[in-house]
């Protein structure tokens, strides 16, 4: 069973960054491939990111691509998401999540594991 555990959030301006952080327990972190998902209010929650096992492949929404940047320490089983060039738009509720189940990433349902979220704001 692992837990994570999400910081980093909070309220920028436009154009801004933020780091977001992923802390797991329990369970080999190393063999699970993580992903950053979010929730804008009204909307259904999306993949956002992506990270296999190693860290070695990474996907993205295109919505995302050359702004963020997933990253993962399997030494200090942490996943992060580097986040910069924030727009209004990127305002929702981030997720991490892990999944045993797949090598690099895999849709919503492959995930079992979900940190509580942590809330991004970002101000026009």
């Known amino acids: 069973q692992v837990q994570l555990a999400e910081s980093g959030g909070g309220l920028v301006q436009a154009g801004g960054s933020l780091r977001l952080s992923c802390a797991a327990s329990?369970?080999?972190?190393?063999?699970?491939?993580m992903a950053w998902f979010r929730q804008a209010p009204g909307k259904e929650r999306v993949l956002v990111a992506a990270?296999?096992?190693?860290?070695?492949?990474?996907f993205y929404a295109d919505s995302v691509k050359g702004r963020f940047t997933i990253s993962r320490d399997n030494a200090k089983n942490t996943v992060y998401l580097q986040m910069n060039s924030l727009k209004p738009e990127d305002t929702a509720v981030y997720y991490c999540?892990?999944?045993?189940?797949?090598?690099?990433?895999?849709?919503?349902?492959?995930?079992?594991?979900w940190g509580q979220g942590t809330q991004v704001a970002v101000s026009s």
């Open positions: 999540a892990a999944t045993l189940r797949y090598t690099n990433y895999g849709p919503e349902g492959a995930y079992d594991y």
């Open positions: 329990g369970g080999t972190f190393s063999r699970h491939a």
């Open positions: 990270t296999s096992r190693s860290g070695g492949s990474t």
